[in-house]
């Protein structure tokens, strides 16, 4: 199995611009996903934000960031950024989940992992060192 880390930023309505000059700066490619794009939309005027969004370039440079909807806590600062682990195998990144979340010494799931639109797997949790860990399984994109 393969496993990376990726720095994930967290924006309110901003994540799409932030994307598109992080791309300018570091060139690569850039993929953003919409509520609308994934039927998650939960307030209308946030259906055009980042559900899910990166940039890649060739060179090895990857960053991932979304828009944290209104109805969620966020301050700007306060919680920048999570850090995201994706696999390519679900088995191995169940098992990845299942020792984050086992510390009974206070770790938090956010959201239980589970197949979405964008992941066979997702899931998110606080540790109890206040990191947020988003595990994934990859999956393509169809743009």
Do not use: C
């Not at 890649?56 to 909807?69: I, N, R, S």
């Not at 920048?80 to 799931?109: H, I, K, M, N």
């Not at 595990?135 to 994109?141: K, S």
Request: overall charge negative; proline content about 7%.
């Amino acid at each position: 199995m393969s496993v990376t880390t990726t720095t994930h930023l967290n924006f309110r309505g901003t994540a799409r611009e932030a994307l598109d000059f992080y791309r300018s700066v570091f060139g690569g490619r850039a993929v953003m996903v919409t509520y609308k794009d994934a039927g998650a939309v939960r307030d209308e005027s946030e259906a055009d934000w980042v559900v899910w969004g990166e940039v890649t370039g060739d060179d090895g440079f990857h960053v991932m960031a979304y828009d944290v909807p209104a109805d969620l806590p966020w301050s700007q600062g306060e919680s920048p950024f999570f850090v995201s682990v994706r696999g390519d195998d679900a088995e191995e990144v169940a098992a990845l989940w299942s020792r984050l979340a086992a510390d009974s010494a206070g770790s938090t799931v956010v959201r239980p992992p589970a197949p979405t639109p964008w992941a066979p797997l997702y899931g998110m949790l606080t540790d109890r060192f206040g990191v947020t860990w988003v595990l994934d399984v990859a999956a393509p994109y169809p743009a």
